[in-house]
Protein backbone atom coordinates (compact mmCIF):
# COMPACT_ATOMS: atom_id res chain seq x y z
CA UNK A 1 0.00 0.00 0.00
CA UNK A 2 1.19 3.31 -1.11
CA UNK A 3 1.38 6.01 1.77
CA UNK A 4 -0.52 3.76 3.84
CA UNK A 5 -0.15 5.64 7.09
CA UNK A 6 -1.44 8.88 5.51
CA UNK A 7 -4.09 6.63 4.46
CA UNK A 8 -4.83 5.25 7.69
CA UNK A 9 -4.81 8.56 9.26
CA UNK A 10 -7.73 9.92 7.04
CA UNK A 11 -9.61 7.18 7.64
CA UNK A 12 -9.35 7.46 11.53
CA UNK A 13 -10.27 11.21 10.87
CA UNK A 14 -13.17 10.91 8.57
CA UNK A 15 -14.47 7.91 10.62
CA UNK A 16 -14.13 10.45 14.14
CA UNK A 17 -16.17 12.85 12.15
CA UNK A 18 -18.50 10.68 11.22
CA UNK A 19 -19.22 9.39 14.42
CA UNK A 20 -18.50 12.89 16.63
CA UNK A 21 -22.49 13.98 16.61
CA UNK A 22 -23.64 10.73 18.08
CA UNK A 23 -20.02 10.68 20.56
CA UNK A 24 -20.65 14.32 22.27
CA UNK A 25 -24.65 14.30 22.00
CA UNK A 26 -24.53 11.29 24.02
CA UNK A 27 -27.46 10.69 25.85
CA UNK A 28 -29.11 13.80 25.81
CA UNK A 29 -30.82 14.13 22.12
CA UNK A 30 -31.92 10.08 22.35
CA UNK A 31 -33.54 10.51 25.40
CA UNK A 32 -36.98 8.88 25.05
CA UNK A 33 -40.09 11.19 25.59
CA UNK A 34 -41.98 10.83 28.88
CA UNK A 35 -44.76 12.58 28.00
CA UNK A 36 -46.23 13.14 31.82
CA UNK A 37 -50.49 12.63 31.91
CA UNK A 38 -50.38 13.47 36.16
CA UNK A 39 -51.72 17.27 35.78
CA UNK A 40 -53.53 18.02 38.80
CA UNK A 41 -56.84 17.91 36.51
CA UNK A 42 -56.27 14.49 35.85
CA UNK A 43 -55.53 13.64 39.34
CA UNK A 44 -58.56 15.03 40.90
CA UNK A 45 -60.25 12.26 38.57
CA UNK A 46 -61.89 9.41 40.19
CA UNK A 47 -59.61 6.59 39.01
CA UNK A 48 -61.90 5.00 36.62
CA UNK A 49 -62.93 8.26 34.85
CA UNK A 50 -59.25 8.83 34.28
CA UNK A 51 -59.40 8.25 30.37
CA UNK A 52 -59.24 9.76 27.56
CA UNK A 53 -61.60 10.55 24.71
CA UNK A 54 -60.43 7.11 22.94
CA UNK A 55 -58.12 4.81 23.92
CA UNK A 56 -54.59 5.64 24.96
CA UNK A 57 -53.37 4.03 21.98
CA UNK A 58 -55.72 5.47 19.55
CA UNK A 59 -54.60 8.96 20.53
CA UNK A 60 -50.82 7.86 20.28
CA UNK A 61 -51.06 7.08 17.23
CA UNK A 62 -53.93 8.58 15.42
CA UNK A 63 -54.68 12.16 17.47
CA UNK A 64 -53.61 14.37 14.90
CA UNK A 65 -55.85 12.27 12.75
CA UNK A 66 -58.83 13.16 15.27
CA UNK A 67 -57.30 16.72 15.90
CA UNK A 68 -57.94 17.66 12.25
CA UNK A 69 -61.36 15.65 11.75
CA UNK A 70 -62.49 17.96 14.97
CA UNK A 71 -61.41 21.12 13.58
CA UNK A 72 -63.15 20.40 10.23
CA UNK A 73 -66.79 19.19 11.82
CA UNK A 74 -66.72 22.22 14.49
CA UNK A 75 -65.39 25.01 12.20
CA UNK A 76 -66.99 23.62 8.39
CA UNK A 77 -70.11 21.78 9.53
CA UNK A 78 -70.53 23.66 13.13
CA UNK A 79 -71.17 20.18 15.10
CA UNK A 80 -69.53 20.83 18.58
CA UNK A 81 -70.59 17.23 19.95
CA UNK A 82 -68.19 14.33 19.52
CA UNK A 83 -69.92 10.48 21.08
CA UNK A 84 -66.97 8.09 21.34
CA UNK A 85 -66.63 4.63 20.79
CA UNK A 86 -67.87 3.93 24.48
CA UNK A 87 -70.84 6.32 23.89
CA UNK A 88 -69.54 9.57 26.21
CA UNK A 89 -70.48 12.87 24.49
CA UNK A 90 -67.47 15.60 24.32
CA UNK A 91 -67.72 18.75 23.33
CA UNK A 92 -65.21 19.52 20.32
CA UNK A 93 -62.45 21.87 21.44
CA UNK A 94 -58.58 21.82 21.52
CA UNK A 95 -58.84 24.53 24.17
CA UNK A 96 -61.86 23.67 26.06
CA UNK A 97 -61.60 19.80 25.99
CA UNK A 98 -58.35 18.73 25.26
CA UNK A 99 -56.04 21.16 27.55
CA UNK A 100 -58.18 21.38 30.23
CA UNK A 101 -57.06 17.93 31.83
CA UNK A 102 -53.66 17.95 29.65
CA UNK A 103 -52.89 21.46 31.81
CA UNK A 104 -49.27 20.68 30.90
CA UNK A 105 -48.62 21.37 26.97
CA UNK A 106 -44.62 21.51 27.57
CA UNK A 107 -44.79 17.84 29.00
CA UNK A 108 -47.62 16.30 27.31
CA UNK A 109 -47.44 18.17 23.72
CA UNK A 110 -43.84 19.61 23.17
CA UNK A 111 -42.00 15.92 24.28
CA UNK A 112 -42.84 14.17 22.17
CA UNK A 113 -43.47 16.38 19.11
CA UNK A 114 -39.91 18.09 19.87
CA UNK A 115 -38.34 14.67 19.98
CA UNK A 116 -39.91 13.61 16.61
CA UNK A 117 -38.91 16.78 15.03
CA UNK A 118 -42.33 18.10 14.41
CA UNK A 119 -43.74 21.65 15.12
CA UNK A 120 -47.54 21.93 14.79
CA UNK A 121 -48.68 25.44 14.49
CA UNK A 122 -51.66 24.54 17.06
CA UNK A 123 -50.55 27.56 19.63
CA UNK A 124 -50.37 30.36 16.95
CA UNK A 125 -53.38 30.47 17.75
CA UNK A 126 -55.04 29.08 20.33
CA UNK A 127 -53.83 29.63 23.34
CA UNK A 128 -52.00 27.12 25.71
CA UNK A 129 -52.97 26.65 29.54
CA UNK A 130 -50.75 28.61 31.80
CA UNK A 131 -48.29 26.76 33.79
CA UNK A 132 -46.33 27.09 36.78
CA UNK A 133 -42.54 27.00 35.93
CA UNK A 134 -40.85 24.45 38.82
CA UNK B 1 -62.51 -27.81 -13.80
CA UNK B 2 -63.80 -26.63 -17.40
CA UNK B 3 -66.58 -24.29 -17.76
CA UNK B 4 -68.06 -23.25 -20.82
CA UNK B 5 -69.23 -19.76 -21.58
CA UNK B 6 -72.99 -20.26 -20.62
CA UNK B 7 -71.95 -21.00 -16.81
CA UNK B 8 -68.98 -18.30 -16.64
CA UNK B 9 -71.76 -15.73 -17.44
CA UNK B 10 -73.96 -17.43 -14.55
CA UNK B 11 -71.37 -17.00 -12.03
CA UNK B 12 -70.39 -13.64 -13.27
CA UNK B 13 -73.58 -11.78 -13.01
CA UNK B 14 -74.36 -13.91 -9.72
CA UNK B 15 -71.36 -12.38 -7.85
CA UNK B 16 -71.69 -8.59 -9.72
CA UNK B 17 -75.37 -8.99 -8.11
CA UNK B 18 -73.84 -10.19 -4.79
CA UNK B 19 -71.07 -7.56 -5.19
CA UNK B 20 -73.67 -4.66 -5.40
CA UNK B 21 -75.90 -5.94 -2.49
CA UNK B 22 -72.55 -6.35 -0.46
CA UNK B 23 -71.27 -2.95 -0.74
CA UNK B 24 -74.82 -0.89 -0.25
CA UNK B 25 -75.07 -3.24 3.25
CA UNK B 26 -71.57 -2.26 4.50
CA UNK B 27 -71.67 1.49 3.29
CA UNK B 28 -74.87 1.99 5.26
CA UNK B 29 -73.51 0.26 8.20
CA UNK B 30 -70.85 2.86 8.32
CA UNK B 31 -72.44 5.51 7.91
CA UNK B 32 -74.75 4.97 10.95
CA UNK B 33 -71.29 4.30 12.51
CA UNK B 34 -69.78 7.92 11.69
CA UNK B 35 -73.76 9.26 11.97
CA UNK B 36 -73.28 8.65 15.44
CA UNK B 37 -69.93 9.78 16.06
CA UNK B 38 -70.67 13.72 15.73
CA UNK B 39 -73.73 15.79 16.16
CA UNK B 40 -75.21 19.20 16.33
CA UNK B 41 -75.51 20.78 20.26
CA UNK B 42 -79.04 20.41 20.83
CA UNK B 43 -79.20 23.41 22.77
CA UNK B 44 -77.27 25.24 19.99
CA UNK B 45 -79.38 28.35 18.17
CA UNK B 46 -80.47 27.35 14.46
CA UNK B 47 -81.73 29.19 11.65
CA UNK B 48 -81.64 28.89 8.00
CA UNK B 49 -80.31 32.63 7.66
CA UNK B 50 -79.35 34.98 10.58
CA UNK B 51 -79.45 38.94 10.66
CA UNK B 52 -79.26 41.55 12.54
CA UNK B 53 -81.81 44.58 12.99
CA UNK B 54 -79.50 48.00 14.38
CA UNK B 55 -81.63 49.93 15.98
CA UNK B 56 -80.08 53.31 15.62
CA UNK B 57 -82.47 54.94 17.92
CA UNK B 58 -80.62 53.21 20.77
CA UNK B 59 -77.46 54.41 19.86
CA UNK B 60 -77.12 58.04 21.66
CA UNK B 61 -74.12 58.49 23.47
CA UNK B 62 -70.51 57.27 22.66
CA UNK B 63 -70.74 54.52 25.45
CA UNK B 64 -73.83 52.79 23.92
CA UNK B 65 -71.45 51.81 20.74
CA UNK B 66 -68.50 51.40 22.98
CA UNK B 67 -70.42 48.63 24.99
CA UNK B 68 -71.24 46.59 21.90
CA UNK B 69 -67.69 46.49 20.53
CA UNK B 70 -66.29 46.31 23.91
CA UNK B 71 -68.22 42.59 24.18
CA UNK B 72 -66.87 41.64 20.98
CA UNK B 73 -63.68 42.58 21.28
CA UNK B 74 -63.23 40.28 24.72
CA UNK B 75 -64.84 37.29 23.93
CA UNK B 76 -63.32 37.09 20.76
CA UNK B 77 -59.67 38.31 21.56
CA UNK B 78 -59.45 41.17 18.90
CA UNK B 79 -56.51 42.67 19.35
CA UNK B 80 -56.37 47.31 19.80
CA UNK B 81 -53.18 48.45 17.76
CA UNK B 82 -53.20 51.79 17.33
CA UNK B 83 -51.83 52.10 13.88
CA UNK B 84 -54.76 52.37 11.57
CA UNK B 85 -53.07 50.45 8.93
CA UNK B 86 -52.80 47.17 11.10
CA UNK B 87 -55.99 47.86 12.78
CA UNK B 88 -58.52 45.29 13.25
CA UNK B 89 -62.25 45.30 13.58
CA UNK B 90 -65.32 42.87 13.95
CA UNK B 91 -67.47 45.83 14.67
CA UNK B 92 -66.41 49.21 14.83
CA UNK B 93 -68.22 52.82 14.86
CA UNK B 94 -68.42 54.01 10.81
CA UNK B 95 -69.54 57.61 9.95
CA UNK B 96 -72.55 58.08 7.78
CA UNK B 97 -70.78 58.90 5.07
CA UNK B 98 -68.30 56.06 5.05
CA UNK B 99 -71.11 53.44 5.71
CA UNK B 100 -73.75 54.87 3.01
CA UNK B 101 -71.65 56.57 0.38
CA UNK B 102 -72.76 58.59 -2.19
CA UNK B 103 -76.03 59.27 -0.08
CA UNK B 104 -74.69 61.44 2.23
CA UNK B 105 -72.91 64.00 -0.42
CA UNK B 106 -75.97 63.25 -2.56
CA UNK B 107 -78.78 64.12 -0.40
CA UNK B 108 -77.55 67.85 1.01
CA UNK B 109 -80.80 68.32 2.73
CA UNK B 110 -80.76 65.16 4.56
CA UNK B 111 -81.00 65.74 8.44
CA UNK B 112 -77.35 67.24 9.85
CA UNK B 113 -77.96 65.08 13.47
CA UNK B 114 -77.93 61.57 10.64
CA UNK B 115 -75.29 63.08 8.98
CA UNK B 116 -73.07 63.24 11.46
CA UNK B 117 -74.11 60.21 13.68
CA UNK B 118 -71.59 57.37 13.56
CA UNK B 119 -73.13 53.95 12.79
CA UNK B 120 -72.23 50.81 14.48
CA UNK B 121 -71.11 48.79 11.27
CA UNK B 122 -69.83 44.91 11.12
CA UNK B 123 -69.46 41.96 8.75
CA UNK B 124 -73.02 41.74 7.06
CA UNK B 125 -73.14 38.04 6.34
CA UNK B 126 -74.45 38.72 3.03
CA UNK B 127 -76.54 36.05 1.22
CA UNK B 128 -74.40 36.33 -1.83
CA UNK B 129 -70.96 36.82 -0.31
CA UNK B 130 -68.65 38.05 -2.94
CA UNK B 131 -65.24 37.19 -0.36
CA UNK B 132 -66.78 33.45 -0.23
CA UNK B 133 -66.88 33.56 -4.28
CA UNK B 134 -63.20 34.72 -4.68
CA UNK B 135 -61.44 32.77 -1.40
CA UNK B 136 -59.50 30.49 -3.74
CA UNK B 137 -58.91 27.96 -0.90
CA UNK B 138 -62.68 28.17 0.35
CA UNK B 139 -61.25 29.51 4.01
CA UNK B 140 -64.12 31.93 4.09
CA UNK B 141 -67.26 29.96 3.18
CA UNK B 142 -71.16 30.26 4.22
CA UNK B 143 -72.92 28.13 6.43
CA UNK B 144 -76.10 26.85 6.16
CA UNK B 145 -77.54 28.93 8.59
CA UNK B 146 -76.58 32.13 6.88
CA UNK B 147 -72.95 33.02 8.48
CA UNK B 148 -70.31 33.90 6.37
CA UNK B 149 -67.57 32.00 8.47
CA UNK B 150 -63.50 32.29 8.59
CA UNK B 151 -61.52 29.23 9.15
CA UNK B 152 -58.41 30.13 10.29
CA UNK B 153 -56.64 27.25 9.24
CA UNK B 154 -56.99 26.98 5.70
CA UNK B 155 -56.51 31.20 5.23
CA UNK B 156 -53.38 32.06 3.13
CA UNK B 157 -53.56 35.11 3.55
CA UNK B 158 -54.24 36.40 -0.13
CA UNK B 159 -56.35 39.13 0.64
CA UNK B 160 -58.82 38.36 -2.12
CA UNK B 161 -61.78 38.57 0.20
CA UNK B 162 -60.63 42.28 1.66
CA UNK B 163 -60.33 43.23 -1.89
CA UNK B 164 -64.36 41.65 -2.89
CA UNK B 165 -65.85 42.68 0.17
CA UNK B 166 -67.26 46.53 -0.14
CA UNK B 167 -68.08 47.38 3.32
CA UNK B 168 -64.12 46.65 4.28
CA UNK B 169 -65.45 43.78 6.91
CA UNK B 170 -62.49 42.41 6.89
CA UNK B 171 -59.40 42.60 8.18
CA UNK B 172 -55.61 41.61 7.46
CA UNK B 173 -53.03 40.63 10.94
CA UNK B 174 -49.80 42.59 9.35
CA UNK B 175 -48.63 41.22 12.54
CA UNK B 176 -48.54 38.97 15.88
CA UNK B 177 -51.80 40.33 17.43
CA UNK B 178 -50.95 39.02 20.75
CA UNK B 179 -48.65 41.12 22.05
CA UNK B 180 -51.74 44.04 21.09
CA UNK B 181 -54.29 41.91 23.56
CA UNK B 182 -54.00 42.93 26.90
CA UNK B 183 -54.00 40.22 29.21
CA UNK B 184 -57.01 40.97 31.68
CA UNK B 185 -59.08 41.26 28.39
CA UNK B 186 -57.91 37.67 27.08
CA UNK B 187 -60.60 35.03 26.76
CA UNK B 188 -58.96 31.95 27.07
CA UNK B 189 -61.70 29.94 25.63
CA UNK B 190 -61.28 31.29 22.46
CA UNK B 191 -58.27 31.16 20.13
CA UNK B 192 -56.62 34.29 19.12
CA UNK B 193 -55.17 34.56 15.57
CA UNK B 194 -51.97 34.57 13.92
CA UNK B 195 -49.79 36.61 12.13
CA UNK B 196 -50.62 36.37 8.31
CA UNK B 197 -54.66 35.72 8.36
CA UNK B 198 -57.49 37.52 7.37
CA UNK B 199 -60.49 37.76 9.84
CA UNK B 200 -63.73 39.30 10.66
CA UNK B 201 -66.99 39.03 12.68
CA UNK B 202 -68.06 35.21 12.44
CA UNK B 203 -71.55 35.97 14.21
CA UNK B 204 -70.45 34.32 17.65
CA UNK B 205 -70.44 30.98 16.35
CA UNK B 206 -69.33 29.65 18.52
CA UNK B 207 -71.73 31.25 21.28
CA UNK B 208 -74.56 30.28 19.01
CA UNK B 209 -73.40 26.24 19.34
CA UNK B 210 -74.27 26.67 23.11
CA UNK B 211 -77.44 28.43 22.79
CA UNK B 212 -76.20 31.97 23.43
CA UNK B 213 -76.71 35.33 20.98
CA UNK B 214 -74.46 36.97 20.13
CA UNK B 215 -72.02 39.17 22.42
CA UNK B 216 -72.33 42.20 20.78
CA UNK B 217 -76.36 41.71 20.86
CA UNK B 218 -76.52 40.86 24.56
CA UNK B 219 -74.63 44.33 25.53
CA UNK B 220 -76.55 46.13 23.39
CA UNK B 221 -79.36 46.31 25.54
CA UNK B 222 -81.97 46.20 22.77
CA UNK B 223 -80.03 48.35 20.16
CA UNK B 224 -79.13 45.31 18.40
CA UNK B 225 -81.59 43.03 17.69
CA UNK B 226 -80.82 39.21 16.30
CA UNK B 227 -82.56 36.36 14.60
CA UNK B 228 -83.67 34.30 11.70
CA UNK B 229 -84.13 36.39 8.82
CA UNK B 230 -85.74 33.56 7.29
CA UNK B 231 -88.37 32.81 9.78
CA UNK B 232 -91.41 35.02 10.08
CA UNK B 233 -92.02 34.73 13.34
CA UNK B 234 -88.56 35.78 14.56
CA UNK B 235 -88.33 39.20 16.23
CA UNK B 236 -86.14 40.53 13.37
CA UNK B 237 -88.85 40.01 11.35
CA UNK B 238 -91.15 41.79 13.18
CA UNK B 239 -89.52 44.75 13.92
CA UNK B 240 -88.55 44.65 9.75
CA UNK B 241 -92.12 44.34 8.99
CA UNK B 242 -93.23 47.48 11.49
CA UNK B 243 -90.26 49.68 10.51
CA UNK B 244 -88.61 51.32 7.81
CA UNK B 245 -85.07 49.72 7.37
CA UNK B 246 -82.20 50.33 4.99
CA UNK B 247 -78.98 47.98 4.13
CA UNK B 248 -75.78 48.89 3.25
CA UNK B 249 -74.83 49.35 -0.34
CA UNK B 250 -78.11 47.21 -1.35
CA UNK B 251 -77.16 48.19 -5.19
CA UNK B 252 -74.30 45.62 -5.13
CA UNK B 253 -76.87 42.64 -5.25
CA UNK B 254 -74.92 41.38 -2.47
CA UNK B 255 -78.14 40.49 -0.47
CA UNK B 256 -76.58 42.25 3.30
CA UNK B 257 -78.53 40.72 6.17
CA UNK B 258 -77.89 43.50 8.80
CA UNK B 259 -80.25 45.94 8.47
CA UNK B 260 -80.90 49.52 10.21
CA UNK B 261 -83.80 51.08 11.29
CA UNK B 262 -84.22 54.31 13.40
Known sequence: MYNGWKIIIGLIIFVGL????????????????????????????PENERKC???????????????????????????????????????????????????????????CHNYAAVSPYCWDCHIAPKEKKS | MSMDRKEFLKIAGISTILGIGGTSVVNSLRNLVEASQ???????????????????????TDEDYQRCIEACDKVHNVPHINNPKH?????????????????????????EKIKHMPFLVLCNHCDNPPCVRVCPTKATFKRKDGIVMMDMHRCIGCRFCMAACPYGARS???????????????????????????EK?????????????????????????????DDPNSEVRKVLSSHYSF???????????????F
Open chain 1, 18 to 45: ITAPFIFSGKKATAKPDPKVDTPEILKL
Open chain 1, 53 to 111: VEAKSYMKGEHMKLLNQWRDWVVRDGDTIYTNAEGKRYTISLQNTCMKCHSNKTKFCDE
Open chain 2, 38 to 60: ISPNPEALTGKRWGFVVDMSKFN
Open chain 2, 87 to 111: EIKWIWKETYEHAFPGQGTEDKYLS
Open chain 2, 172 to 198: FNWRDPRPFIKEENENREFPTRTKGVV
Open chain 2, 201 to 229: CTLCYERLAKGLKPACVEASKGGLIFGDL
Open chain 2, 247 to 261: RRKPELGTRPSVYYI
